[in-house]
């Protein structure tokens, strides 16, 4: 990581975000690290639901947003598709991400938007998350799926859903990356 230009290199130490990271492939998502990746998950004209979560290190991201959206991914409909991002880690995606898709929106982390068609349809910001309990948060987005998504959830069974390990931690503990 070293090799990358200093404004592309993370934040934070990667191997102190893991956990933050495997919360949200525990239920179903796809991390996305590139531009390209950003592009062939979202640039798509097949009618698909693509949820994007950027995920961030905040303390809002640790205990309301990503416990509320693995909540809300047990529900009965789903988006087809789940993919996530990484503010302050995979910059270049991120800032791709924004500027490419999310332009309409200022820039919020942790936030979600859901896509159809390469357009989003559905967002949620962090004003929107800061201050609201995870169930509050699950139950926000299960009616956006209800709206928007076919897809039969959830996106993992029960059982796995009960064993993953929601990292509570926030970026006031998490040591910087020192390239």
Not at 39 to 68: E, H, K, L, Y
Not at 71 to 85: K, M
Not at 143 to 159: H, K, L
């Amino acid at each position: 990581m070293s090799g990358l230009p200093i404004w592309q290199q993370p934040m934070y130490d990667p191997e102190a975000v893991q956990p933050m990271r495997d919360e949200l492939v525990a239920v179903g998502f796809e991390e996305l690290f590139t531009p390209e990746d950003v592009d062939n998950a979202i640039n798509r004209n097949d009618d698909q639901t693509i949820f994007v979560m950027i995920n961030s290190v905040c303390g809002c991201a640790a205990g309301s947003a990503r416990p509320g959206v693995c909540e809300a991914l047990q529900h009965p409909l789903i988006p087809d598709r789940l993919v996530t991002v990484f503010a302050g880690q995979e910059k270049a995606a991120v800032a791709h991400l924004r500027e490419t898709y999310l332009g309409q929106f200022p820039p919020s982390s942790p936030s979600m938007a859901l896509f159809k068609n390469g357009k989003p349809i559905f967002m949620v910001h962090r004003y929107m998350i800061e201050g609201r309990r995870p169930n509050e948060i699950a139950r926000f987005l299960q009616q956006a799926f209800d709206e928007y998504c076919t897809r039969p959830g959830p996106s993992v069974t029960p059982e796995q859903y009960a064993e993953v390990v929601h990292a509570r931690i926030c970026g006031s503990k998490i040591p910087r990356f020192n390239g």
